[in-house]
């Protein structure tokens, strides 16, 4: 029977772990914290639990506009929102336990390092140490929330999104710093509860990896909602006055003081410290190098999610670590990396599929684009909620669909739309001419595919 390791029980490392044991191996993994890892613990899920009761409080905030008298105050009670937050997450690390015991997959409680390519040895908190043989090792370690000097974090007034999910009071105003996914996901929460929010970021546009149209609508969103976006705008200095007093020096030579910093510039990856010298596994700014089948320079050594580089996804995680483990047994399994739909859980969300079309122009191709807003949806009218556009870009040559971008409400489940037709060589003139439920926000989808021939009905 074939012995694997992980490190790390992310949803790169549990999936992958899984994967494994269904397919015979004898399985271990090696968790330094909870089950679950950053995305469980400390981010896809706390983060989208907490933006479901924002969500709550703006229906019930509009609710008159949709015929319904609330009467009373309306108010965030966040203690609750952050005590529910936590039980969900509670109850989806007993999930993942109860996995590991239904596929008789040994958990093991410490940090994991690599002792040799065929040997990890194990820390515990309380400093004794043990080994633990592998056929087959596989590193999912994740990644953190990134920290620079210049920011002086004290976990109370200039924080990480870590700190922010533990956090049981309203700011008056607070400053983030980055409009990523984080960014605008902890805008778009404290923006529901009350707080003034300004966000500052150093690149030319809001979601800098997002096509330049969404950023654009996202940024006339939230200028409705009273959020404010500086871009092309660096902090120079940040310094914390006093208690919930912080001021923030900017490249224009503005002073901004707000309540609370919170700083969202990326992650940093867990490639430290984990052995990967001593095996040989070569890596790259931090980076561990990896082939299509999630191999390091060491054959029987793999690595997935974060700590690999690219996307920093949980779902593209989920898929190396499937990848890994089918490969661990003897396979060649191999991702299209072409085709990976990326999503913004902000109000309203951004969900996208392929290149932008400043990425297809650096590619070399010649597209023709399609739009559609979602004012002109039945669905999207009936629902009160009508900013928002769908985006399509097809290749001129082919008709086939090279990017899909979506912000509006529920994009994240109409994306994978998208994806499917991609990955399925679907063109633009296919997509369009299938037939779609009316109403539906994923009309959308089929009028801007339209469009991208300049046949949309309803624009």
């Given at each position: 029977?074939?012995?694997?390791?992980?490190?790390g029980?992310?949803p790169?490392g549990?999936?992958?772990?899984?994967?494994?044991?269904q397919?015979?191996?004898?399985?271990?993994?090696?968790?330094k914290?909870?089950?679950?890892g950053?995305?469980?613990?400390?981010?896809?899920?706390p983060?989208?639990?907490?933006?479901?009761?924002?969500?709550?409080?703006?229906?019930?905030?509009?609710?008159?506009?949709?015929?319904?008298?609330?009467?009373g105050?309306?108010k965030?009670?966040?203690?609750?929102?952050?005590?529910?937050?936590?039980?969900?997450?509670?109850?989806?690390?007993?999930?993942?336990?109860?996995?590991?015991?239904?596929n008789?997959i040994?958990?093991?409680?410490?940090?994991?390092s690599?002792k040799?390519?065929?040997?990890?040895?194990?820390?515990?908190?309380?400093?004794?140490?043990?080994?633990?043989?592998?056929d087959?090792?596989?590193?999912?370690?994740?990644?953190?929330?990134?920290?620079?000097?210049?920011?002086?974090?004290?976990?109370?007034?200039?924080?990480?999104?870590?700190?922010?999910?533990?956090?049981?009071?309203?700011?008056?105003?607070?400053?983030?710093?980055?409009?990523?996914?984080?960014?605008?996901?902890?805008?778009?929460?404290?923006?529901?509860?009350?707080?003034?929010?300004?966000?500052?970021?150093?690149?030319?546009?809001?979601?800098?990896?997002?096509?330049?149209?969404?950023?654009?609508?996202?940024i006339?969103?939230?200028?409705?909602?009273?959020?404010?976006i500086?871009?092309?705008?660096?902090?120079?200095?940040?310094?914390?006055?006093?208690?919930?007093?912080?001021?923030?020096t900017l490249?224009?030579?503005?002073?901004?003081?707000?309540?609370?910093?919170?700083?969202?510039?990326?992650?940093?990856?867990?490639?430290?410290?984990?052995?990967?010298e001593?095996?040989?596994?070569?890596?790259?700014?931090?980076?561990?190098?990896?082939?299509?089948?999630?191999?390091?320079?060491?054959?029987?050594?793999?690595?997935?999610?974060?700590?690999?580089?690219?996307?920093?996804?949980?779902?593209?995680?989920?898929?190396?670590?499937?990848?890994?483990a089918?490969?661990?047994?003897?396979?060649?399994?191999?991702i299209?990396?072409?085709?990976?739909?990326?999503?913004?859980?902000?109000?309203p969300?951004?969900?996208?599929?392929?290149?932008?079309?400043?990425?297809?122009?650096?590619?070399?191709?010649e597209v023709n684009?399609?739009?559609?807003?979602?004012?002109?949806?039945?669905?999207?009218?009936?629902?009160?909620?009508?900013?928002?556009?769908?985006?399509?870009?097809?290749?001129?040559?082919t008709?086939?669909?090279l990017?899909?971008?979506?912000?509006?409400?529920?994009?994240?489940?109409?994306?994978h739309?998208?994806?499917?037709?991609?990955?399925a060589?679907?063109?633009?003139?296919?997509l369009?001419?299938?037939?779609?439920v009316?109403?539906?926000?994923?009309?959308?989808?089929?009028?801007?595919?339209?469009?991208?021939?300049g046949?949309?009905?309803?624009?």
């Amino acid at each position: 029977m074939t012995n694997v390791t992980v490190i790390g029980s992310g949803p790169g490392g549990y999936v992958a772990a899984i994967k494994a044991a269904q397919l015979g191996a004898n399985v271990t993994v090696i968790e330094k914290d909870s089950v679950g890892g950053t995305c469980l613990n400390r981010g896809c899920i706390p983060t989208k639990a907490i933006l479901a009761s924002a969500d709550t409080l703006l229906k019930a905030k509009e609710a008159a506009a949709m015929g319904i008298i609330i009467t009373g105050e309306i108010k965030a009670d966040v203690p609750k929102i952050i005590e529910r937050k936590d039980k969900i997450v509670s109850n989806l690390i007993k999930g993942i336990e109860f996995l590991f015991k239904k596929n008789k997959i040994k958990l093991v409680n410490g940090m994991g390092s690599i002792k040799s390519p065929t040997e990890v040895s194990v820390k515990s908190a309380s400093g004794e140490e043990k080994t633990v043989k592998a056929d087959m090792i596989i590193l999912a370690t994740g990644s953190e929330a990134a920290r620079i000097p210049i920011f002086p974090f004290d976990g109370r007034n200039v924080i990480t999104s870590t700190e922010a999910l533990k956090m049981t009071e309203i700011p008056q105003n607070i400053l983030i710093v980055g409009a990523g996914a984080i960014g605008v996901e902890f805008a778009s929460y404290y923006n529901a509860l009350g707080s003034t929010v300004t966000i500052v970021e150093m690149l030319p546009q809001p979601v800098p990896t997002e096509d330049p149209d969404i950023a654009a609508e996202l940024i006339r969103e939230y200028k409705k909602r009273g959020i404010k976006i500086l871009t092309g705008v660096k902090i120079e200095k940040v310094e914390i006055a006093s208690e919930r007093s912080i001021n923030a020096t900017l490249s224009t030579g503005e002073t901004l003081n707000s309540n609370l910093v919170l700083v969202s510039i990326g992650r940093a990856l867990n490639s430290s410290g984990i052995g990967l010298e001593t095996a040989g596994v070569k890596t790259e700014r931090g980076k561990i190098l990896i082939d299509k089948h999630m191999r390091t320079s060491i054959p029987n050594i793999f690595a997935i999610g974060d700590v690999a580089g690219g996307m920093l996804l949980a779902h593209k995680a989920s898929f190396e670590g499937i990848a890994a483990a089918e490969n661990c047994m003897g396979a060649e399994s191999a991702i299209n990396y072409d085709v990976i739909p990326r999503c913004m859980f902000s109000e309203p969300e951004i969900a996208s599929v392929g290149l932008t079309e400043p990425q297809c122009k650096d590619k070399g191709f010649e597209v023709n684009t399609g739009k559609f807003s979602f004012r002109a949806l039945g669905k999207a009218q009936a629902m009160g909620k009508l900013g928002g556009l769908v985006k399509i870009i097809a290749d001129k040559k082919t008709d086939k669909i090279l990017g899909v971008h979506i912000i509006g409400s529920h994009t994240a489940d109409i994306v994978h739309e998208g994806a499917v037709a991609m990955q399925a060589g679907v063109t633009a003139k296919q997509l369009a001419q299938t037939i779609h439920v009316h109403p539906t926000l994923s009309e959308a989808v089929m009028e801007a595919a339209h469009g991208v021939h300049g046949e949309t009905i309803h624009g």
